[in-house]
């Protein structure tokens, strides 16, 4: 999945890949977690492209400056212009 800054954040996860997890045999609390580390990996691989690494060797500084890149961004141009639109 190729995500752009300005694609909506709700769409981490496919309608798709929302119904896989609907119909799995998981409680709430696993299904709200299935689809956070999904929508996690969406993130880090936008990320990883952006500092142009392999997702594995992105570093926790890296991942951090990444988000407050993102928050400046939303502070300073408007939330359209950041990839996380919260």
Request: negative net charge.
């Amino acid at each position: 999945m190729d995500i752009s800054p300005n694609q909506s954040s709700t769409q981490f996860l496919t309608l798709e890949e929302s119904a896989k997890v609907d119909a799995a045999l998981l409680s709430s609390p696993e299904k709200f977690l299935t689809r956070l580390t999904i929508s996690s990996l969406r993130i880090l691989q936008y990320i990883a492209k952006d500092y142009e690494v392999a997702i594995e060797d992105l570093t926790t500084p890296q991942v951090i400056a990444w988000f407050e890149k993102d928050a400046k961004i939303r502070r300073e141009e408007g939330i359209e212009e950041a990839f996380l639109k919260w």
